[in-house]
């Protein structure tokens, strides 16, 4: 069945800090990978997306993402991070032959120290 | 172009009651997803509508339907509501052509006492 696992349910970094937030999915062919924020109260916000081609993807407010294969993993990563960025934090996978249906992680937590 | 609006965005309903929640998608949209998000069991699949249809369901109960209307709007329904139906309902928003990118509205907050 496909899955996807986010192995790290509560996050703290600095402010400034880089951050990296770790995405593992179980999936038979070349998936279609998300990354989605929810602030406290909100929706989620689309951060960015992996359908084909390059492997690092660039996302919205500096975040960006990186496919490997080998690693079946899709980890969110961002250089320099803003006290404004402390969110939830949830990597998705578009379910196989149901459109528009997506699997979601548990989700990560990130909380940001000043 | 306008978000994805769900109303209301609270609900205070008592258990055995059912409920109506409403979802406009962007414009141009023509594929509506509901989420259920529940602290025990995260975010989980309802069902997606595509040009007023079902095109796809999740693994809820048939106390949980949905339609969607010509202009691509779509309510779910919740009959004989349920303590654990207490969740955020989220609509998610799509042109529905299979790229599974949606965007989400801001999420109905149902409590059921």
């Known amino acids: 069945a496909q899955s996807v696992t986010q192995p790290d349910i509560h996050i703290t970094v600095s402010e400034g800090a880089s951050l990296e937030l770790r995405c593992n999915y179980s999936?038979?062919?070349?998936?279609?990978l998300f990354w989605y924020v929810q602030s406290p109260g909100q929706g989620l916000q689309l951060l960015l997306k992996?359908?084909?081609?390059?492997?690092l993807v660039q996302g919205i407010k500096g975040f960006e993402a990186e496919f490997k294969r080998s690693q079946s993993s899709f980890n969110l990563r961002k250089p320099s991070v803003h006290w404004s960025d402390a969110a939830e934090y949830f990597c998705?996978?578009?379910?196989?032959?149901?459109?528009?249906?997506?699997?979601f992680g548990t989700g990560t937590l990130l909380a940001v120290q000043p | 172009k306008a978000g994805v609006t769900q109303t209301p965005r609270y609900l205070i309903k008592t258990r055995g009651q059912q409920v109506t929640l409403s979802c406009s998608p962007i414009?141009?949209?023509?594929?509506v997803s509901w989420y259920q998000q529940t602290p025990g069991q995260g975010l989980q699949f309802l069902f997606e509508?595509?040009?007023?249809?079902?095109?796809n369901k999740g693994n809820f109960p048939g106390r949980f339907s949905g339609r969607q209307f010509s202009n691509s709007r779509s309510e779910m329904n919740v009959s004989t509501l349920e303590l654990g139906d207490s969740a955020l309902y989220l609509c998610?928003?799509?042109?529905?052509?299979?790229?599974?990118?949606?965007?989400f509205g801001p999420g109905t907050r149902l409590t059921v006492t």
């Open positions: 509508y595509f040009s007023e249809t079902q095109r």
């Open positions: 998610a928003s799509s042109t529905g052509q299979g790229s599974y990118e949606q965007y």
């Open positions: 999936y038979g062919a070349t998936p279609y």
């Open positions: 998705a996978v578009g379910a196989r032959g149901a459109t528009n249906k997506l699997i």
């Open positions: 414009s141009g949209h023509r594929s």
């Open positions: 992996y359908f084909s081609g390059d492997t």
